[in-house]
Nanobody, 123 residues
Framework: QVQLVESGGGLVQAGGSLRLSCTFSGRTFTSYAVAWFRQAPGKEREFVAG????????YYADSVKGRFTISRDNAKNIGYLHMIGLKPEDTGIYYCSVRRLSVTTRRADYDYWGQGTQVTVSS
């Protein structure tokens, strides 16, 4: 059974940065694409970024392009989301998710989810 554990969230001032980590276990990491979603209070969970199995292709929501970078270390079974230039509207719970093969932006396509990590950006 796949397990995902996120870490790295916290409280940061606008303009600050954070790096989220997603530790994968239970299956072969290199069989899965990795994505990050987020959910703000009262809103639906939305796609933030995704990365292909080998890491050669990355995808971003328009709202985070140029500020967020998704990466993965296949030797360590960890996915990352490096966030800079954080804005109050980036506040929410950030979830790591994986699915076999390719990245999609649809929440329903993902097979496994972490418990989430809270990111709060103050103005």
């Amino acid at each position: 059974q796949v397990q995902l554990v996120e870490s790295g969230g916290g409280l940061v001032q606008a303009g600050g940065s954070l790096r989220l980590s997603c530790t994968f276990s239970g299956r072969t990491f290199t069989s899965y694409a990795v994505a990050w979603f987020r959910q703000a209070p009262g809103k639906e969970r939305e796609f933030v970024a995704g990365i292909s199995i080998a890491g050669g292709s990355t995808y971003y929501a328009d709202s985070v392009k140029g500020r967020f970078t998704i990466s993965r270390d296949n030797a360590k079974n960890i996915g990352y989301l490096h966030m800079i230039g954080l804005k109050p509207e980036d506040t929410g719970i950030y979830y790591c998710s994986v699915r076999r093969l390719s990245v999609t932006t649809r929440r329903a396509d993902y097979d496994y989810w972490g418990q989430g990590t809270q990111v709060t950006v103050s103005s």
